[in-house]
């Protein structure tokens, strides 16, 4: 009777319950959006067919199904890129040197400079069908994303402890293992703020991305981003509101199904060794861990990453080599490698000089910098406003997992929200009382942007080790005493990575931000963004590359001067090994 008992149990306990049902109707409803969504994207279209734009309310689920489908496909993207060239350039010092200012030019790029390029290219993959604009904006879309995300797992990989690294050499683990049970699990927390983020920051860039422009003909892909557009064309202020609701719905939606879930999924990853005093909770982890069947199959999901990391074809051992003969190849490698940065660098301004002259005088070129010079000025000062501001609530929620849980659906809602709503507010404000667009046009750079500093700041905060916060705590430290000593120190990389990422975004966001227009009212401040909104209307192309030549040298010469060794300072002094 015991066995009976026992086998009708374990025979139970395998069957699907009423949870199962409710999660299984979760999955397949995901699944069917998807696919019904990406049935959508591959619809034929030729180059100058219009495709209509309704600002009925009624076609704003629909338009938002679509916008939601291209910002996640760009994330996982954005997240591939970001698992192979910040792991690299964490990895090895010789692809440092081109990964990292690499990605200091990119992020400077206007996402202008990005479609003018993308939307022919892929045009051309994809003849007669709408998949080409559609991956033209999706690429848009990455290029607000991955810069952040990649920087942001390429500063936690190089600050993992040296003794987490001595336990994977201790254990035999190859790089592709070290990868997925060190590097990964120990950059997860701030991986995800930073996913937020930039998932939010996609929000401010998804008017340009769907409102696509080639051979002087507009392609509206359907999308919020686009219904804003024709809005903001219309002047309709009734649909910029529909348009709003239906964005902070959806926001609220993608946070309880994906990022809530995560966050508190990734509350194991943690380094500190005394309990949180209250850990993030979601009705989804809850829901299927009441599950059964769907229990199952995530233990066996678990299985096949087990067997995917452990796969002996990434496995492999290295021969044996005397410390000699590796110092002496390290060193004619590092020479060679040197010699090749040295010569595309030589290469690249010898075309880009000669471009110049042959098709710009010298004067505007000296025009063009001073205008970089004026935007370089908003940027800094609305750089340090925003530190400022956000750097001690940062901390402050970073240290409170209550506080965080409530904070983040508000804080990745005011990220979405695109500085293009708010245009109409601003510009009828400076007509009306007829004030200056140089100054109040300003804060729209850095309304996007500033939220990469409060969650990288979080991010940092969260990671600190509860037995070093109540060992500070049991010595009576307090006050500024406590902020110098500890948490500046702690959080100072994670502060400049996201000053990085905000100082690049800000620099992006000029194009749209110094150049405002609602209706027939077009309000233009003095900078470098507006100079290239100007050129990019006109086609221009030689003073469009000009443009966005001098903004990609202004952020990689900051960048270079400043924020990198500030950088290095931080890991190399404030480090908590």
Not at 262 to 274: D, I, N, P, R, Y
Not at 426 to 439: D, E, G, K, Q, T
């Amino acid at each position: 009777m015991s066995f009976f008992r026992s086998f009708q149990i374990a025979y139970k306990a395998r069957l699907p319950n009423y949870w199962d049902l409710l999660a299984l109707l979760i999955v397949l409803s995901v699944i069917a959006f998807f696919a019904w969504t990406a049935k959508q994207m591959a619809t034929p279209y030729q180059l100058g067919q219009a495709i209509p734009i309704s600002l009925e309310p009624s076609a704003l689920p629909f338009y938002a199904a679509r916008t939601v489908v291209r910002m996640l496909i760009a994330l996982m993207v954005s997240l591939l890129f970001t698992f192979t060239f910040a792991t690299w350039a964490a990895k090895s010092d010789r692809a440092e040197k081109i990964i990292i200012p690499l990605i200091d030019i990119l992020q400077a790029v206007p996402i202008l400079g990005f479609l003018s390029v993308a939307v022919t290219a892929f045009i051309g993959l994809f003849p007669g069908s709408l998949l080409g604009p559609e991956c033209a904006a999706i690429f848009a879309i990455f290029t607000s994303q991955a810069w952040n995300m990649a920087l942001g797992f390429y500063q936690t990989v190089r600050s993992v402890p040296n003794e987490v690294r001595e336990a994977a050499r201790l254990f035999h683990l190859s790089a592709w293992q070290r990868f997925w049970r060190i590097d990964v699990p120990y950059s997860m927390p701030s991986l995800l703020w930073n996913t937020m983020a930039s998932m939010s920051a996609g929000w401010f860039f998804v008017v340009a991305s769907e409102a696509l422009t080639v051979s002087n003909q507009q392609i509206l892909l359907p999308g919020i981003g686009s219904y804003i557009a024709v809005a903001i064309q219309a002047a309709n202020l009734a649909a910029i509101g529909y348009a709003v609701l239906t964005m902070f719905i959806v926001i609220l939606i993608y946070d309880q199904l994906l990022f809530r879930p995560l966050v508190a999924w990734s509350e194991k990853f943690k380094t500190e060794q005394l309990a949180s005093e209250k850990y993030q909770e979601s009705w989804v982890i809850n829901l299927f861990r009441r599950t059964r069947l769907m229990r199952n199959i995530g233990r066996q999901l678990a299985l096949c990453f087990d067997a995917f990391v452990n796969v002996k074809w990434f496995i492999r051992i290295k021969p044996s080599i005397t410390t000699l003969e590796l110092g002496r190849e390290n060193k004619i490698i590092g020479l060679l490698w040197n010699i090749v940065i040295a010569a595309i660098t030589l290469l690249s301004l010898g075309f880009i000089l000669q471009f110049i002259i042959t098709n710009i005088s010298l004067r505007e070129v000296g025009h063009v910098f001073l205008l970089g010079l004026v935007t370089g000025i908003r940027v800094v000062v609305l750089i340090l406003l925003c530190s400022l501001i956000w750097v001690p609530f940062g901390v402050w929620v970073g240290l409170r997992p209550r506080a965080a849980n409530i904070m983040q659906p508000i804080a990745q809602l005011l990220a979405a929200f695109p500085a293009n709503l708010l245009y109409p507010f601003i510009v009828v404000l400076i007509v009306r009382y007829h004030l200056s667009p140089n100054i109040w046009l300003t804060p729209l750079m850095i309304l996007g942007a500033q939220w990469y500093i409060l969650f990288n700041v979080i991010a940092g905060a969260s990671m600190l080790p509860k037995d070093l916060l109540q060992a500070v705590d049991n010595l009576n430290v307090f006050g500024w005493l406590r902020w110098s000593r500890l948490l500046l120190p702690a959080i100072f990389p994670f502060y400049v990575t996201g000053a990085i990422t905000a100082a690049g975004g800000a620099w992006n966001a000029s194009i749209v931000a110094e150049v405002a227009s609602w209706g027939d009212e077009k309000l233009v401040a003095t900078g470098l963004g507006a100079y290239i909104t100007d050129y990019t209307a006109q086609g221009n192309f030689p003073r469009i590359a000009l443009g966005i030549g001098m903004m990609c040298l202004f952020v990689l010469v900051i960048n270079r001067l400043v924020w990198r060794p500030l950088y290095t300072y931080a890991v190399s002094r404030f480090s908590l090994e």
